[in-house]
């Protein structure tokens, strides 16, 4: 079995709601957004310490050069892209 960031069931419901952020409703969104921030922090910033910004299906580090898409980080394990 292959560690993931998910601790709790509250983590595995997040999860899941991750891939579908774009279709929730704005104040879902807010709390959707926090978990991610909060369990992106545990996973670590971007290989070149920014942080990760919200865009539309994941997200980039603030330098540009690293993307980390939904399906990523619903997956907890920490992998990103790089562009």
Request: charged fraction near 25%.
């Given at each position: 079995s292959?560690?993931?960031a998910f ?17 929730l409703a704005p104040?879902e969104?807010?709390?959707?957004e ?11 910033q ?10 539309p299906g ?8 690293h993307?980390m898409?939904?399906?990523l980080?619903a997956e907890?394990k920490g992998g990103?892209?790089?562009?």
């Amino acid at each position: 079995s292959i560690n993931t960031a998910f601790a709790s069931a509250h983590d595995i419901t997040m999860a899941t709601r991750q891939t579908e952020y774009e279709l929730l409703a704005p104040k879902e969104q807010k709390k959707q957004e926090e978990w991610a921030q909060k369990k992106m922090a545990e996973l670590g910033q971007c290989p070149a310490n920014f942080k990760w910004i919200r865009v539309p299906g994941g997200y980039n580090c603030d330098a540009g050069n690293h993307w980390m898409t939904d399906a990523l980080v619903a997956e907890g394990k920490g992998g990103f892209l790089v562009l």
